[in-house]
């Protein structure tokens, strides 16, 4: 009888919740497709750009900024991050006035390299750009293999004047064309989604705050306001620390878009685990007691159903069913997102299985003194924040 209530009951209810309570985050209700107003005046902007060995991609990225059909005064600065392969040339090669490449500095003890960079390339936005404006009012902090359709940044613009936010975030639309993201992509959004409902995020009351770091469009004084970027520089997880920060300054928003498009594909399941393990141990504090709770919920919730429905008997093989069931049906309206066959959704429990290993392989790589590698650097600090 307990075992029943445990493996059978406890999932089914879990999923109830989630599927009535949890701020509706499946329904994916947070896009960027509402009509808004445009504002009176559009204010001078900054994109700011970090970027190491982005050679592949680079042209693409900065061109999609370069053509942005924005009314304002816009300007963009690349922070080369001491590439490798000739990225700051191929920038340098687009011959744009609107683009500054900034060739980026050593990094210091107790920060991580893409904080540095963008700390830099705002410091030389505030600096030197604008000045008989007083400087950008917005900061649009976007990653180097992200490309934008070009009426990305005004909308953006729009949506941030709109009540005055402080943070405007859009989860950038991430490849999904190979097996292994058909299998992981979508799940890796949903998952997100589920640990930081967007509508919380989006709710001044909610205390839930997060951003999506492909592409954010700060207030550059609220950003001040809330310390800088230095005050979040030695977290892995830099886009929900930010939103974390901004949000104390502000009202902030954060939805799905397909302005923004990711440049960067996953040909095979190595790759998603590299992305995945560089932070999953940062987003649990380093703890061992929370990794172990957290595989134990993800046992719970995601294979406990399977279990109970394949081999247990009477009720608990029902509720097994239906918690199975129901999250099939809560993976839907992401699987129509990414234009998926809604069968994905059965796979969900193995899925969240590969990403319980993902986790545990975070956390062996920050014991082995390896944790938050990329691009040749390991970055994680036992001390950090997610």
């Not at 005064?73 to 500054?100: H, K, M, Y």
């Not at 953006?156 to 975030?169: M, T, W, Y």
Request: glycine share 10%; aromatic share 10%.
């Amino acid at each position: 009888m307990i075992a029943g209530i445990l493996f059978g009951f406890l999932p089914l209810a879990i999923w109830l919740y989630l599927l009535l309570f949890h701020n509706g985050f499946w329904l994916l209700r947070e896009r960027d497709t509402a009509p808004l107003a445009e504002p009176q005046a559009w204010p001078p902007v900054v994109a700011v750009v970090p970027a190491r060995d982005e050679a592949d991609v680079i042209g693409h990225s900065i061109g999609s900024l370069i053509a942005q059909d924005y009314p304002g005064t816009f300007r963009i600065v690349l922070v080369d991050d001491q590439s490798g392969d000739g990225t700051g040339a191929l920038a340098r090669a687009l011959n744009s006035e609107r683009l500054t490449v900034v060739t980026g500095a050593a990094r210091p003890s107790g920060w991580t390299g893409k904080l540095w960079a963008m700390k830099q390339g705002s410091d030389y936005a505030a600096a030197n750009l604008f000045k008989n404006e007083g400087g950008p009012e917005f900061l649009w902090f976007t990653d180097a293999d992200i490309a934008h359709s070009p009426d990305n940044l005004r909308h953006l613009v729009a949506r941030a004047q709109d009540g005055n936010k402080v943070l405007v975030s859009l989860m950038a639309r991430l490849s999904c064309k190979s097996a292994a993201e058909h299998f992981l992509i979508p799940a890796f959004v949903f998952f997100f989604d589920m640990l930081f409902p967007f509508g919380a995020v989006n709710n001044r009351a909610s205390t839930v705050a997060a951003a999506a770091g492909g592409c954010m469009l700060a207030r550059r004084t609220a950003l001040e306001k809330a310390g800088g970027i230095e005050a979040i520089r030695h977290n892995i997880i830099d886009d929900c620390a930010l939103g974390r920060a901004m949000k104390a300054r502000g009202p902030i928003w954060l939805g799905l878009t397909d302005r923004a498009v990711s440049l960067r594909p996953y040909p095979h399941i190595a790759d998603i685990r590299h992305m995945v393990t560089r932070s999953a141990y940062a987003q649990l504090g380093y703890s061992p007691l929370v990794l172990a709770a957290t595989l134990l919920g993800l046992a719970l919730v995601y294979l406990a159903p399977v279990m109970t429905a394949l081999f247990a008997w009477g009720p608990s093989q029902l509720a097994g069913w239906l918690a199975w069931m129901i999250m099939a049906l809560m993976y839907q309206p992401m699987l129509r997102f990414y234009r998926l066959s809604p069968l994905w959704g059965l796979a969900l429990p193995l899925i969240g299985i590969f990403y319980a290993a993902f986790t545990v392989e975070s956390a062996i790589q920050h014991w082995s003194g390896r944790g938050g590698t990329w691009k040749g650097r390991a970055q994680a600090d036992a001390g950090g924040q997610a």
